[in-house]
């Protein structure tokens, strides 16, 4: 149990959310796909988190169970604001949707085809009654207006747009409704080098207006560096890293966060490269690897990581690692 | 009428005007395509330089469609040395992908059209020129001289066939003469060489059993199977997270120097690009903007599409408060301004740069612009 500290929006403690896996006659679960697994972390107001690390090591699911948008959680504490999420009843929760807001990775994907523009962005605006209906056109047009789009762009629908503005789309829609809070999934990864700059001061800049704290989940590790003021490095559920950016750039402790670091291409060829190539892939989450989850990549195993899971201790000032090399 | 038509709203009419036109020119070329028994002298041609494996000369390949023609290519030169990596890099829709597709003769015909200029092939003995090759002499090459790494490992390989049949359909058309035994140890042979540790396993898998990476290795391996001299990579890693990127650019890098191949590889990462090519093709909107070795270019970057480009991509290590991002947008396919392409992007304009697209000023052997600011200092002698 944790108690609430005023200047964290969000406290994540002990995370857990397992699907089941269905099989046999009866549909009855055969087994369970551990998909977080006790994730600890709090994040203060106005700041943001990168999440970082391999595709199925269940990054999104973090990010969706915070927003109670995938069922019940298995385990755990989600406090925003210092209410348990989960503890809400349906009306409350319905409330508090505005507060917390998502944007999607694909934006081709997540904007309905049939629905113009403005009726996109609207939509909640009016369910949630925010604003008056004399009001509510100019509302929406200032919100798009500082997403960047343009007025006119209203009565146009999903398919007329460019995926850069279909991204800025998603964004004004989650903006509409004055959210504290965003979770943003991968937004700029299906997007072109030149487009990913224009979303990301975009994001940056609308932080610093509003007071965002956004909750950023991307594999490119640039980009999380760029935008984030803390890092968590997740690996098969768990979050084997985190701290402040700086940090973790400067300083990264466990052997998986190093391997990821060493793995990203720079852009000068010259630059040396001391690559620590990880071997095969990444578990099945179905059925972890005992002891640390780690060890059947890790270059530094011993006989101890094959047995016991390591905790989570702090090496630094606000720099938490889950390993076992860091034992005093 | 006038407000439709800035905006790109074409009425019923004038969209059949197009397509009648489109369809003349279509079927002049396919008529001149289809024809049988096409003699070897048609595209018999000479390489420019024999350390040469592929010469794109001022290659255009259009795309008819019912809106008008998109000059997907639109005067594309530039060279693959043998046993040299050349990376081509730009944004989507700027025609890297149709270019290494004219090479393959993978366009979408009839809209999709080679109107003009060279692919020249150097076999070693002979050289063919690939735009005006038949499609069935082409059968003989593709795969076998020349093969493709597709972007997407999920959609590349075929659903409902195992992985071990996959590959031998490819050995099983160019050597004909191979047994069935022969071809199987081949093709468990490829499997171990792309690094897949339980080859015999996935010999008889379905792709759907496979992750991502294991299936950009399959593809791989495929693309390899007939020890092919120009291999194109449309973005391989693309799809693929960091760690099993750094694993596949490992084994592309290992496998070149292995059969000494030339390689074409397509992206629009330029990290990767800085790691894996020994000469860089910056395009832009259908054409080449910048080309030259990679330390030229990420050294010394000199077109401002390259410069912009460069400065939008965060560096791990380096901080800034904001990323420089390009204003404006790339210009409409189908109705290309008659100047620069690039200028109602730039912040470098000169006064020139309202005349007619600048033609290419070399700063050195190998490093080739097209911009106006440079017309001064071209190198002497070149």
């Known amino acids: ?328 | 009428m006038a407000k439709n038509k800035s905006e790109g709203y074409l009425s019923a009419k004038e969209s059949r005007q197009i397509a009648k036109a489109n369809r003349k020119v279509i079927n002049d070329l396919e008529k001149k395509r289809k024809r049988k028994k096409v003699p070897e002298s048609e595209y018999l041609t000479t390489m420019h330089d024999d350390k040469n494996a592929v010469e794109f000369d001022n290659l255009h390949t259009y795309f008819f469609t019912d809106a008008g023609v998109v000059k997907s290519v639109d005067g594309v030169t530039f060279e693959v040395p043998v046993g040299k990596t050349v990376g081509v890099v730009g944004e989507s829709g700027c025609g890297k992908s149709v270019t290494s597709l004219s090479l393959m003769q993978l366009l979408q015909r009839p809209q999709g059209q080679i109107v003009e200029g060279e692919i020249r092939l150097n076999l070693g003995d002979k050289a063919y020129d690939i735009a005006k090759m038949p499609y069935e002499k082409l059968q003989d090459l593709r795969g076998n001289f020349v093969s493709m790494i597709f972007q997407e490992p999920m959609t590349a390989l075929n659903p409902v066939f195992r992985i071990g049949a996959q590959l031998e359909e490819v050995l099983e058309l160019h050597n004909k003469d191979m047994s069935k035994d022969d071809m199987k140890k081949r093709t468990i042979e490829l499997l171990e060489m792309v690094g897949i540790a339980n080859s015999e396993g996935v010999y008889k898998m379905f792709p759907h059993e496979l992750s991502g990476g294991m299936r950009q290795r399959v593809v791989i391996a495929m693309a390899l199977a007939c020890n092919p001299k120009v291999i194109i990579a449309d973005e391989p890693t693309t799809a693929l997270d960091v760690t099993i990127q750094a694993q596949v650019l490992d084994l592309l890098r290992g496998l070149k120097s292995k059969i000494n191949s030339s390689i074409m590889f397509i992206t629009h990462d330029l990290g990767v690009i800085a790691e894996m090519a020994d000469y860089v093709v910056v395009m832009y909107a259908g054409r080449v903007v910048e080309k030259g070795t990679t330390e030229e270019i990420f050294e010394n970057p000199a077109h401002p599409y390259t410069i912009g480009l460069m400065a939008s991509k965060p560096v791990v290590g380096k901080q800034v408060d904001e990323l420089y991002s390009i204003p404006g947008k790339v210009p409409n396919p189908i109705d290309m301004p008659n100047y620069c392409y690039f200028k109602d992007r730039c912040n470098m304009c000169v006064g020139q740069c309202d005349g007619a697209y600048p033609g290419e000023i070399s700063l050195s052997d190998t490093h080739k612009v097209s911009c106006y600011r440079y017309s001064g200092n071209e190198k002497k002698g070149v």
């Open chain 1, 1 to 328: 149990m944790v108690t609430y500290d005023p200047q964290y929006i969000l406290m994540v403690d002990e995370l857990k959310k397992y699907f089941p896996i269905k099989g046999g006659m009866m549909s009855k679960a055969v087994g369970q796909v551990k998909a977080v697994d006790g994730v600890t972390f709090n994040l203060k107001r106005g700041t943001t988190m990168g999440l970082v690390g391999e595709s199925g090591c269940g990054k999104t699911t973090t990010g969706r169970t915070i927003l109670r948008l995938s069922g019940e959680k298995t385990g755990g504490q989600v406090l925003f604001n210092g209410k348990e999420v989960y503890d809400l009843s349906k009306k409350e929760m319905r409330a508090l949707r505005t507060k917390m807001q998502i944007i999607f990775q694909d934006p081709f994907s997540s904007l309905s085809p049939r629905l113009p523009v403005g009726e996109i962005i609207g939509e909640a605006v009016r369910e949630h009654d925010l604003v008056s209906k004399a009001e509510f056109n100019d509302y929406i047009d200032t919100v798009m207006d500082e997403c960047g789009l343009q007025p006119f762009h209203k009565a146009r629908y999903p398919h007329e747009f460019s995926g850069g503005q279909r991204q800025r789309i998603c964004i004004a829609r989650a903006l509409a409704l004055n959210p504290e809070f965003i979770v943003c999934d991968e937004p700029v990864s299906a997007l072109d080098v030149s487009i990913q700059a224009q979303i990301i001061n975009l994001l940056k800049s609308l932080q610093r207006q509003r007071n965002l704290t956004y909750l950023f989940i991307s594999h490119d590790l640039s980009v999380v560096e760029h935008i984030s003021d803390v890092v968590g490095v997740m690996y098969l559920g768990n979050l084997v890293e985190y701290g402040r950016t700086e940090d973790i750039f400067r300083n990264p402790l466990h052997p998986y966060t190093k391997a990821l670091f060493s793995a990203i291409p720079i852009p000068d060829p010259k630059a040396k490269m001391n690559r620590i190539v990880l071997e095969g892939t990444i578990p099945s989450p179905a059925n972890p690897p005992s002891g640390c989850k780690f060890h059947t990549r890790c270059a530094n195993c011993t006989q101890r990581c094959k047995e016991e899971a390591p905790v989570q201790r702090e090496v630094e000032d606000g720099h938490y690692v889950v390993c076992h090399l860091y034992d005093k």
